[in-house]
């Protein structure tokens, strides 16, 4: 029987860090043996907001890509790629894009709530929001519908744009009398969402909030030390009363494989300047066999534009083999 087709993707704005290595990266390497994974590195969509900023982007195509293979994603199980090698995408979010209304791409909430939080360069009531920015549900829904991936690995803000593709799905079926993809389903990962290290709702790679896959354990150590706490002197874990010290014994628990609710008995008495230590000291050893890995892929980048190489390929494939079947449904293959 053939395994189950799977996308998943990063968008290379930056370095990882461990809320994404939590949150996201640990499930798709888990799941690398039993799917047919395909592992994007979403380039066009980093340029939707981005635009101005291409080294950027170029830059951490790399980073991202390493950081997987650090944290276990395998070249041999896994395809990876970079969306801007595979044109096809592109083509089909143009055909995608007749079958979405500009008023539903309005009222995506994670849409919505990017626009509002990028004022500087959207405008303040976001009147300066790009159509590339607003249609990147389309282009998404046509990043997983290229591979006909039937799981994608996501964080919960990713929810609204499987929803958006399964509605694609639904309406290219209904229109083109076809039936040529899997309904997609979002898989989410069993640990919830990491805060920042400062309280912030959300561990960031643009707040200077977060610690990274690649920073030392110095460094490690330091940011553990000045994470936000409170000044009461037990540890408990009650992340709506006390968030700060409740996401540092979130990371403790997912180091241990534990439920933070009993962890935290180990951690009666224990004074918070001894967790912190503790912490660190176990968040370093279990980063130990991903930043040697790392280390060792940071001196052959040649090696990882190999693997990209390969992925294109492969991801090609797949694309022409998706795209005869749509431009047939489609009346247009002359
Ligand atoms: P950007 O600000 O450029 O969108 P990002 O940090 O949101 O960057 P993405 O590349 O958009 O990162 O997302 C990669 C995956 O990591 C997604 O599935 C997302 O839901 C998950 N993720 C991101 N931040 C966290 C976090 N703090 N905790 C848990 N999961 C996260
Ligand atoms: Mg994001």
Redesign the pocket.
Known sequence: MSKKVLL???????P??I??Y????QNRVAMQDDYDSYYMV?DV??LT??FNNPEKVRENVIE?AMDNMAAGLDPKKATLFIQSQIPQIAELTVFYSNLVTVNTLKRNPTVKA?IAEKSELFGREGESVTYGFLGYPVSQAADITFVRSEVV??????LPMIEQTREIVEKFHRIYNCSIFPLPQAKL?D??????LDGNA?????LNN?IYLKDSPEETAEKIKTATTDSETTISYDPQRRPGISNLVLIYSLIHNKKPGDIVKDLQGVTYSAFKSRLASDLNAHLTPLRNKRHELESKPHYIKEILEMGREKALKKAEETMSLVRAAMKINY
């Open positions: 998943t993707g990063d968008r290379p704005t930056g990882l860090h809320g994404h939590f949150g996201s990266v979403a969509q980093a907001d981005n991202v990017e690995p996501v964080g919960e803000d990713q990962s640990s919830p969402r990491i805060m920042g959300k561990m960031s790679k643009s977060a």
